[in-house]
């Protein structure tokens, strides 16, 4: 089983950048692949990125974030990273990271429901 608790939210001016990170708990961390969705207010939560399990490390992103965010982790730290740049106005949600045991291959990857695992989320807003 693992716990995550998301941090780095906050308000940001458009083009410009921050850095999420997702810790987690649980000796098998580096077994998990992890997700970060987001959620606007009245939208359905939705796929930002990923990064597969262990030594995998295969990265997805959803078309909107490409090549403006980037997902990383460090297995021995059991940490997960979004660095988020060039942000836009449409970029304002709750970001939460989410974990399964197993791995994943492309648009498998974008499916919340493989997910097992949630954290609560931190909010990042982007004023134009």
């Known amino acids: 089983q693992v716990q995550l608790v998301e941090s780095g939210g906050g308000l940001v001016q458009a083009g410009g950048s921050l850095r999420l990170s997702c810790a987690a708990s649980?000796?098998?961390?580096?077994?998990?692949?992890i997700g970060w969705f987001r959620q606007a207010p009245g939208k359905e939560r939705a796929f930002v990125a990923a990064?597969?399990?262990?030594?995998?490390?295969?990265?997805y992103y959803a078309d909107s974030v490409k090549d403006r965010f980037v997902i990383s982790r460090d297995n021995a730290k059991k940490m997960v990273y979004l660095q988020m740049n060039s942000l836009k106005p449409e970029d304002t949600a709750a970001y939460v990271c989410?974990?399964?045991?197993?791995?994943?291959?492309?648009?498998?990857?974008?499916?919340?429901?493989?997910?097992?695992?949630w954290g609560q989320g931190t909010q990042v807003t982007v004023s134009s």
């Open positions: 989410a974990a399964t045991a197993g791995t994943c291959t492309h648009y498998a990857c974008y499916d919340r429901r493989l997910y097992s695992y």
């Open positions: 990064i597969t399990r262990g030594a995998e490390n295969r990265t």
């Open positions: 649980g000796r098998t961390f580096s077994m998990y692949t």
